[in-house]
């Protein structure tokens, strides 16, 4: 169950409108690293949680949050809209193509689609899908999504920061940039502590190593021009899980052979072998 304040986080008030940035800022709402995106992911880790009530309530904490960040977010797009030039953008573009350039950025569906509002979209006007989200129930591997999500989210925002020199957008961008920052924080402390108690960086770490192909465990294959990955850490010295040494190949080995696959049955009219 949630309860809806009125008041917002933290203020979501631009100094004027500005269609352009409105259509830029959807990106962070309803693209792939949107808060919408991480929105959906934290709150279904936290209903599928079967972990101690400690990570099930780290995940409602923060999905909780995202939630008022969507809605910054989708009131910041709708103050930049107010009284948006739509109709002096049409007068533009017979009268004056610089100009109509300059407006032609702004995404004509906040007037025809949304009225004024901002979409559940991405800033080309691609819906937000659920695929975007993962919740695999195994909170090590769903962890280190979460990480990645608030790493491209808190790139792209820091981005955005510098594509407008409103103080009223900036100042909302520098929270969230904040809250990014400590959600990465929070995230990789809870990957550590697994990894803690697992006593393993593996996903998953029960799987029996003895059914793995372990002569390739802690392989890396030259496969593309040049050795310059062998200077990496993970090319030599011992591996971070502490049970292999790692180890660089520069002629890549091969244990299967070339595939060859016997003619489909003449019902599907597949191209038959050559009887060359």
């Given at each position: 169950?949630?309860?809806?304040?009125?008041?917002?986080?933290?203020?979501?008030?631009?100094?004027?409108?500005?269609?352009?940035?409105?259509?830029?800022?959807?990106?962070?709402?309803?693209?792939?690293?949107?808060?919408?995106?991480?929105?959906?992911?934290?709150?279904?880790?936290?209903?599928?949680?079967?972990?101690?009530?400690?990570?099930?309530?780290?995940?409602?904490?923060?999905?909780?949050?995202?939630?008022?960040?969507?809605?910054?977010?989708?009131?910041?797009?709708?103050?930049?809209?107010?009284?948006?030039?739509?109709?002096?953008?049409?007068?533009?573009?017979?009268?004056?193509?610089?100009?109509?350039?300059?407006?032609?950025?702004?995404?004509?569906?906040?007037?025809?689609?949304?009225?004024?509002?901002?979409?559940?979209?991405?800033?080309?006007?691609?819906?937000?899908?659920?695929?975007?989200?993962?919740?695999?129930?195994?909170?090590?591997?769903?962890?280190?999504?979460?990480?990645?999500?608030?790493?491209?989210?808190?790139?792209?925002?820091?981005?955005?920061?510098?594509?407008?020199?409103?103080?009223?957008?900036?100042?909302?961008?520098?929270?969230?940039?904040?809250?990014?920052?400590?959600?990465?924080?929070?995230?990789?402390?809870?990957?550590?502590?697994?990894?803690?108690?697992?006593?393993?960086?593996?996903?998953?770490?029960?799987?029996?190593?003895?059914?793995?192909?372990?002569?390739?465990?802690?392989?890396?294959?030259?496969?593309?021009?040049?050795?310059?990955?062998?200077?990496?850490?993970w090319a030599h010295g011992p591996s971070f899980d502490g049970r292999g040494e790692y180890k660089y190949v520069s002629e890549p080995v091969f244990w299967g052979s070339a595939p060859k696959l016997p003619p489909a049955p003449p019902l599907y009219y597949n191209t038959p072998p050559s009887k060359m």
């Amino acid at each position: 169950m949630f309860y809806h304040f009125k008041e917002l986080q933290f203020e979501a008030k631009p100094s004027r409108p500005d269609p352009v940035f409105a259509r830029k800022l959807q990106e962070v709402l309803g693209g792939q690293y949107g808060e919408i995106s991480v929105m959906m992911q934290y709150l279904f880790q936290g209903f599928n949680s079967r972990a101690e009530p400690k990570y099930r309530d780290l995940l409602f904490d923060i999905g909780t949050e995202e939630i008022g960040h969507v809605e910054m977010l989708a009131t910041m797009i709708a103050r930049l809209l107010n009284d948006a030039p739509f109709e002096t953008q049409q007068n533009a573009y017979d009268t004056d193509p610089a100009l109509a350039a300059i407006l032609g950025g702004s995404n004509p569906q906040h007037a025809i689609v949304s009225g004024l509002g901002a979409m559940p979209a991405d800033s080309n006007g691609n819906r937000w899908t659920a695929n975007f989200i993962i919740s695999s129930g195994n909170l090590l591997a769903d962890f280190r999504a979460n990480l990645t999500a608030e790493s491209q989210g808190r790139l792209q925002v820091t981005r955005l920061y510098n594509m407008t020199d409103d103080p009223g957008v900036r100042d909302m961008l520098s929270f969230l940039i904040a809250r990014d920052t400590y959600h990465q924080n929070q995230w990789f402390a809870a990957i550590r502590e697994l990894e803690e108690r697992e006593n393993d960086i593996v996903v998953p770490s029960t799987f029996p190593r003895s059914k793995e192909f372990q002569e390739v465990s802690y392989t890396l294959f030259n496969f593309s021009e040049g050795e310059e990955s062998k200077k990496g850490r993970w090319a030599h010295g011992p591996s971070f899980d502490g049970r292999g040494e790692y180890k660089y190949v520069s002629e890549p080995v091969f244990w299967g052979s070339a595939p060859k696959l016997p003619p489909a049955p003449p019902l599907y009219y597949n191209t038959p072998p050559s009887k060359m």
